[in-house]
């Protein structure tokens, strides 16, 4: 006999769980019973020897994150005119106390109790999407990238829940009420890379860029990087079309650019990649050994080596193959590129320690100057006979 449940409360060796249409709630002896989360439907199966009869060792088939079964009222839209909506959670501003004790709990760091206070608060209202957020962020931080996601799953379904059909306005992040399924979404869409189901990220990414197409997330830097990881170079190049590639999405487009043998392409990319971050191509071609995938920096440098890292962290599959790597060897080697970077050099030093004035501002002007759009031509046209 197999029956579905809704996950109670994990306990050790076991869930407390509640069939859809019974109000009884029963204890199922379940093995790895870590591995589930609040509010997670599972379907289990009686097991078949006399001795485990009733519910006493049940088989679990098949576990799914399906919050329109919890029978509770999802997060509201409010229609804030122009296209413009904002969810509202479904909770008072009294009932809300218990979860801002646990936020004030989990800044302190007390996240052991912190977690026991969201979990508390689901149980009264378990369609709470910024619950489930730092659920996700604590699992993810003792590195439980199962758990994690399905916290994270769990809220961004909770929020698509409160959109109509064929919902088409915008979540914008300036709205507050759009938070809480925003970093869901986007915690959700990351732990779906750490396990690596890329295409599944990449709808995700997709969807947030149309709910919040200022992006204030950096959505438009997830998604390329994920296409080309699902070995979707035309979508991952599609996706940078349709924003104003900058950032470390300078060297992504080169990356495509070489990829499909349009070297000439390529290096104007590269230039304005240079323009942003000069540490990278020389990255690519050292042979030390760089962190792996999984070891993300907490915050990076704009423009720094630190940056330039992390990126190659991200894309070094891609960008460590025979054709990246022999144009970047070919191009580096040009008199005119070691020029404009050993003087781009030079000036970043004699910045060090100079006090603002016009002396500091002619010299980042030059700075700028060495890889700006007006200069790319002469570099091209001094690196043809590289390509």
Not at 359 to 373: Q, W, Y
């Amino acid at each position: 006999m197999e029956q579905q449940f809704r996950i109670l409360e994990i306990r050790s060796g076991g869930v407390l769980v509640q069939s859809p249409d019974d109000v009884d709630i029963i204890l199922l002896r379940i093995p790895n019973a870590q591995k589930y989360v609040e509010n997670e439907i599972i379907r289990a199966e009686a097991h078949e020897d006399d001795s485990l009869a009733g519910w006493s060792g049940p088989v679990v088939v098949a576990s799914s994150i399906d919050p329109s079964l919890i029978g509770e009222s999802a997060p509201q839209l409010v229609d804030c005119g122009g296209g413009d909506f904002e969810m509202s959670e479904v909770v008072s501003f009294e009932d809300s106390e218990p979860f801002q004790f646990a936020l004030e709990l989990y800044r302190a760091g007390d996240t052991r109790q912190a977690g026991r206070q969201f979990r508390s608060f689901l149980t009264d209202h378990p369609l709470h999407i910024d619950s489930y957020h730092h659920l996700g962020l604590l699992e993810s931080d003792r590195s439980r990238v199962g758990r994690a996601l399905k916290y994270y799953e769990t809220g961004y379904r909770i929020g698509l829940l409160s959109l109509p059909k064929d919902f088409a306005g915008r979540l914008q992040w300036g709205f507050l009420g759009n938070r809480p399924f925003l970093r869901a979404a986007h915690g959700y869409g990351l732990t779906l890379e750490r396990k690596r189901r890329w295409l599944d990220a990449c709808e995700v990414y997709e969807r947030m860029l149309e709910f919040n197409p200022n992006d204030n997330q950096g959505v438009r830097y997830l998604l390329p990087e994920a296409y080309l990881h699902s070995r979707s170079e035309a979508k991952a190049k599609e996706a940078l079309d349709r924003t104003d590639v900058d950032g470390m999405n300078l060297y992504t487009r080169c990356l495509l650019e070489i990829v499909e043998g349009r070297s000439v392409e390529a290096l104007r990319w590269m230039c304005r990649g240079l323009s942003h971050n000069r540490h990278f191509p020389g990255l690519v071609l050292d042979e030390r050994p760089q962190p792996g995938r999984d070891e993300a920096a907490s915050h990076v440098t704009m423009g720094g080596a630190d940056e330039a890292r992390d990126y190659l962290r991200r894309l070094s599959r891609h960008w460590r193959k025979a054709a990246p790597r022999r144009f970047l060897t070919r191009v580096l080697s040009a008199a005119e590129l070691k020029d404009r970077l050993r003087r781009a050099q030079e000036l970043e030093d004699s910045l060090e320690g100079l006090p603002v004035g016009d002396r500091r501002s002619r010299i980042v002007d030059e700075l700028f100057s060495t890889f700006a759009e007006d200069a790319i031509p002469d570099i091209v046209s001094a690196c043809r006979s590289q390509l």
